[in-house]
């Protein structure tokens, strides 16, 4: 019997890419923008989140340029306008005008890049571990970013995202190294983040005086165990923009969405129709 993959959705045209994405649910749009982990897909960072906010929103949930199931083409530069220039071209090819945002780690840098440069396209949004200002690079990033494929060093990579461990199954860590090498998918990652990495947290930061005269509401989330992305990132976003709310997550590392699902999902929600 044939069966269906939860990873592949709709797929249509965007900076001229071939967009995989997720779509459920109906109402104001809410766009939920992954992390970069190796072999991550909409799907997997977000099938928790997905169907608790589409009770109340029309959620799409895009595999990113480079990442998933999104095409791949040669001769194309994935850096911040790209991944920007791609999510303007997914909502246009939508006919999505203005949405909310959800961004997970380097989601949240995107996020926080299309807030800046297109302010008219993002109502509230949701900046969650997120990537976005300089910090100096953390072991733990490093090696996300630098994975080479193999079940253990999978499985050293998704204990550090974890602050409880339970959740590192064997059937976990190898669902999770057979996404990272699936034809095409270790190719394209390794070329995103080659070492020197320090270059690509720059690369993916938003200058602070923009971020202060962000006009937006949003609401920063953090695990306070996280070893991917230091807390303190979180603290200064708050920091610097005004009309700001921050939670942080005790006992929770960088899978705030997973390891602490049905509160996180509370809480995008109240602060999404509040």
Known sequence: MATTDPELGRNVEAA?????YLEQGSGPPLFLLH?????VTAYANWRFTIPA???????????????????RKPGVTYDLDFWVRHIVGLMEALAIDKAHFVGNSYGGALTLALATRHPQRVEKFVL????GLEFPITPGLDAVWGYEPSV???RRLIRTFAYDQSLITEDLVRSRYEASVRPGFHESYSSLFPAPRQRHITALSTPEDRVQKLPHQVLIVHGRDDRII??????????????SELHVFGQCGHWTQIEKKDRFNRLVEDFFVG
Not at 54 to 70: E, H, L, N, S, W
């Open 128 to 131: 969650m571990g997120s990537v």
């Open 16 to 20: 001229g890419l071939k967009t995989n």
């Open 152 to 154: 253990e060093n999978m």
């Open 53 to 71: 906010l589409a009770k109340r929103f029309r959620v799409i949930a895009p595999d990113a340029a480079g990442f998933g199931y999104t095409e």
């Open 230 to 243: 230091p807390m303190a990132s979180s603290v200064k976003l708050h920091g610097l923009i005004e009309r």
């Open 35 to 39: 992390g970069s982990g190796p072999g």
